[in-house]
């Protein structure tokens, strides 16, 4: 018989089966004096906006494995609908395979009830996953789009809380783009407006957080019309060299040059073969 | 080419007899008008009406707890024709249905998805051959965010259709050429024109002066707080109108 969603694991919750196992590693490895490579995070400034016609996404483009980046440009701001986007913070793959799995869903719905699908109902479907892992899925994401009933923007935490809120900020940065938000917002805001706020405030988390860095990317959602500019600024350019170490041709005079031809002869040759098993 | 012969028990469950019919659907059908009642639902403009009878056939009876009008949701009603217990079961597993819709997606359950879901449910029964089917007509009203004012009917064959006017029951098919007649000459009719029109199709096809208690009316319209099932008082109104047009 047809179900209406995509297969998801029929076991409710996350095995902790290798549990002791990991734990017995990690002992073994600090023994050696090395680590467990780390989850890769996004460390991460996101931050969403309700403006006049819409809402605007923005995010920085840093993704980070410990204390080093995994990725200068990856993409935070994820599709869920034609009218509705996501912004990830947290664990790279849960943004990204939870944003999938709900996008996915919900297009079965949008087919099924043949109308546009309302941010609501990402929101709940977004919700209702992250409460049943508890918490384990590492995801907080920042969740806007346009529907029949207007411009909506929630953010959604690990453990699967929602806000309903005009503008929010999540991720590491989070704190510095919210000082941005917290002084400059107004409600019902033009859209030029609307994006220099934006994109200042991912600057401020790009600038004052190690966890953010590179490009900000920005997502403007109206009523019919979607602008998905990645990036909207390169504000982290990586720096020209404005000197060389190597000397030009001439910098040594040349008095005089020998050439000496050496003919060698070919005395053995033998073929060692790899081994390709 | 000889005919695939049945084992007799094509009649007893919902399989296949040897010329493509099943004959449980078919029964289940004849069994909505064991009720003996007739029911016409009519959109207007900006509302939908649905109209009944109530026959309270003992005096002993309590006639307040005798309906066949429901409320699935606050925008959402419904009038059952067939058996009443049946009608009951499918009401229940409406309004669970609906609920649940609410829970997982966010928003209210539109009409045409629950008449849908009812639909797809009522086929299951004609495949099981553990279940019968229900003996019982769905028609429901209800008022869409985005559509506006919905009409839509499912029947025990999973079958499901939006409509302009309908009916079901014992003078389903009087009622439905009444019906076709003054959908033709008019289509979008204001909420007295709609309540009069569905209250004369029952009384003309089934040849009834109608009294106030003998009729069951539930109506939502855009102006007002959801599905609302008409008083005594208010019905008595508007048949006062009627026989005054007449």
Request: charged content about 20%.
């Amino acid at each position: 018989m047809a179900t209406l969603i995509v297969n998801q694991p029929p076991v409710g919750g996350f095995s902790f089966d290798h549990c002791k196992r990991n734990a017995y590693l990690l002992g073994e490895a600090n023994k050696v004096g090395s680590s467990l490579p780390t989850a890769r995070k996004t460390g991460t400034t996101i931050c969403g906006i309700v403006f006049k016609d819409g809402v605007i996404l923005g995010a920085d483009t840093r993704a980070t494995e410990g204390m080093v980046v995994a990725d200068k440009n990856c993409s935070k701001i994820h599709h869920i609908s034609p009218n509705i986007y996501c912004c990830g913070a947290g664990t790279a793959a849960d943004t990204e395979m939870t944003t999938q799995i709900i996008s996915s869903n919900l297009e079965l719905h949008a087919l099924s009830t043949g109308r546009v699908p309302r941010v609501a109902t990402a929101n709940r479907m977004l919700k209702q996953m992250l409460f049943r892992y508890q918490g384990h899925i590492g995801a907080a994401l920042v969740l806007g789009g346009v529907d029949c009933n207007g411009p909506h923007l929630y953010s959604i935490y690990p453990h699967g809380s929602t806000d309903k809120l005009p503008y929010v900020t999540m991720g590491s940065g989070s704190l510095a783009a919210m000082a941005v938000f917290e002084d400059r917002y107004k409600p019902d805001m033009e859209e030029e407006d609307a994006k220099r706020l934006v994109r200042d405030a991912i600057a401020a988390g790009i600038f004052n957080d190690l966890g953010s860095g590179s490009n900000i990317d920005l997502c403007v959602i109206t009523k019919g019309n979607l602008d998905y500019i990645r990036p909207h600024e390169e504000a982290n350019k990586k720096g020209v060299r404005t000197g060389d170490y190597k000397y030009k041709r001439g910098t040594t005079g040349v008095l005089s040059k020998v050439v000496t031809p050496l003919n060698l002869e070919v005395v053995e040759e033998s073929v060692l073969t790899m081994d390709t098993s | 080419m000889s005919r695939g012969s049945s084992a007799g028990f094509d009649r007893h469950i919902t399989i296949f007899s040897p010329e493509g019919r099943l004959y449980q659907v078919e029964y289940a059908f004849k069994a909505i008008n064991q009720g003996g009642l007739t029911s016409v639902a009519i959109r207007g403009k900006d509302c939908v009406v649905a109209v009944t009878q109530k026959k309270v056939p003992d005096k002993l009876l309590d006639a307040m707890t005798v309906t066949h009008l429901y409320k699935i949701t606050e925008n959402i009603g419904c009038v059952m024709t067939g058996m009443t217990a049946d009608s009951r079961s499918q009401v229940q597993r409406a309004r669970y249905e609906a609920a649940n819709w609410m829970y997982k997606y966010g928003y209210e359950i539109p009409v045409d998805m629950l008449c849908k879901r009812m639909a797809d449910i009522s086929q299951v029964y004609t495949q099981n051959a553990e279940m019968r089917p229900l003996g019982c007509c769905m028609i429901f009203v209800g008022l869409d965010e985005e559509l506006g004012p919905q009409l839509y009917k499912c029947d025990p064959a999973g079958y499901f259709c939006g409509f302009k006017a309908t009916a079901a029951g014992v003078k389903q098919t009087e009622a439905t050429s009444y019906l076709e007649k003054k959908v033709k000459k008019k289509l979008d009719w204001t909420y007295e024109q709609t309540i009069e029109t569905a209250i004369s199709c029952l009384a003309t096809v089934l040849s009834i002066d109608f009294k106030p208690s003998e009729l069951e009316v539930g109506i939502i319209t855009t102006k007002g707080s959801g599905f609302k099932i008409l008083s005594e008082n208010e019905i008595d109104v508007h048949l006062v109108a009627l026989s005054e047009r007449e």
